[in-house]
């Protein structure tokens, strides 16, 4: 919507900033945040009057409960102020027509949807148990199915498509991959990142507060595959239009610094599957859009590994009878080594910050 107010720059010059994508790319993180910061104490009063609670189950893990049972009747669903500010400043502050904002948007909301209705289920049912394992990844496949065919089919996507773009290389490894394997490529992406950071999603500030390195490192990825200039130098693929996904990721980067204000610890409202599934989604996708996705593995490197610390502590027990982990996902690990809360969610923010940084500076080793 602000952007449109570049056009009277002939009448007043200094509405030429809102041209600038860097502009408004920090307008939108500054306006998420306000309207996390602003609107939260309101969001939690509600959730507190629906009776919108965390339920702790004891049957799963009594030693897990016993860390964690203070966190009985915290409200959930506090995803619902994430995706509303992320919305809202997404449209003020990105170009409305773009395409690639869309495609990000879409999936950002479709995701946060079936969190939604995962976290209705476990209200209505008073439990930790929701939608069906079967369900809730049927609905997943299926939204991501449809982007990944949307991929090949609209003009602004379909040319980068099929490409397979491995970091350190200069060119893609592979140009066609065909576009039945390019869709099966989008729908893992999509898939899995969504539940990484579900799976993360287990102490005070953890995932939200590495969403929001993750969100910086893409900010600056995105901005350069918009700009030619900037794309050429550094041999990585020009995707015309992609840098307005630079505005997104500024506005998921307000929005998560915004909700870590009542997020850390000791929480006040937790973001629920109807956050963690929205975030991991929209990160997802503007990792294919601009082409990296591959990359996503070292950015999201705490994503990675709390995904596979279940993995392997599953694979394991099933086929040794042994578990790997204390307890899986790897944070609850640590607790049961004796690190206090606190003490693991700031130290994954660490490796967070660590594996962003590494992520963008792979940009100029290739």
């Known amino acids: 919507m602000f952007y449109y107010l570049s056009y009277l720059s002939d009448w007043m010059s200094g509405l030429r900033v809102f041209k600038y994508i860097t502009v408004r790319a920090f307008a939108g993180a500054a306006t998420a945040f306000l309207i996390c910061v602003i609107l939260g104490p309101w969001v939690i009063r509600q959730l507190q009057r629906l009776k919108v609670q965390q339920y702790v189950r004891k049957e799963e893990s009594a030693p897990l409960h016993d860390l964690h049972k203070k966190k009985q009747g915290t409200p959930t669903m506090g995803g619902i102020l994430i995706i509303g500010s992320v919305t809202g400043s997404t449209l003020l502050w990105a170009v409305p027509t773009n395409i690639f904002v869309w495609l990000t948007l879409l999936t950002f909301l479709f995701m946060g949807a079936v969190g939604f209705i995962d976290d209705f289920a476990k209200l209505k049912g008073k439990s930790s148990k929701g939608l069906s394992a079967r369900g809730k990844s049927g609905l997943q496949l299926l939204w991501a199915v449809l982007m990944g065919v949307a991929l090949l089919v609209i003009p602004a996507t379909r040319?980068?498509?099929?490409?397979?773009?491995?970091?350190?290389?200069?060119?893609?490894?592979?140009?066609?991959?065909?576009?039945?394997?390019?869709?099966?490529?989008?729908?893992?992406?999509?898939?899995?990142?969504?539940?990484?950071?579900?799976?993360?999603?287990?102490?005070?500030?953890?995932?939200?507060?590495?969403?929001?390195?993750?969100?910086?490192?893409?900010?600056?990825?995105?901005?350069?595959?918009?700009?030619?200039?900037?794309?050429?130098?550094?041999?990585?693929?020009?995707?015309?239009?992609?840098?307005?996904?630079?505005?997104?990721?500024?506005?998921?980067?307000?929005?998560?610094?915004?909700?870590?204000?009542?997020?850390?610890h000791p929480a006040q409202v937790f973001m629920g599957d109807t956050g963690s599934l929205a975030l991991g989604g929209a990160i997802a996708m503007v990792a294919i859009l601009i082409k990296q996705e591959l990359l996503l593995v070292i950015v999201g490197g705490v994503f990675v590994m709390e995904a596979m610390s279940v993995i392997l502590q599953v694979a394991s027990f099933k086929l040794r009878g042994k578990r790997i982990f204390a307890c899986a996902p790897i944070h609850h690990h640590f607790e049961f080594r004796k690190w206090s809360e606190t003490q693991v969610t700031i130290r994954f923010w660490i490796l967070s910050i660590l594996f962003a940084l590494i992520g963008v500076a792979t940009l100029k080793i290739r």
Do not use: Q
């Open 159 to 264: 040319e980068h498509a099929r490409e397979l773009m491995v970091p350190f290389f200069k060119g893609p490894l592979v140009s066609d991959m065909g576009w039945f394997l390019a869709v099966v490529f989008a729908v893992v992406i999509i898939v899995g990142a969504s539940n990484a950071v579900n799976l993360t999603d287990g102490l005070d500030g953890l995932a939200i507060g590495c969403t929001s390195s993750v969100a910086v490192a893409y900010l600056v990825m995105a901005y350069v595959a918009g700009h030619r200039a900037f794309a050429e130098y550094l041999f990585l693929p020009h995707i015309p239009g992609s840098g307005e996904l630079a505005v997104f990721c500024g506005c998921l980067l307000g929005g998560s610094l915004g909700f870590l204000w009542y997020n850390c």
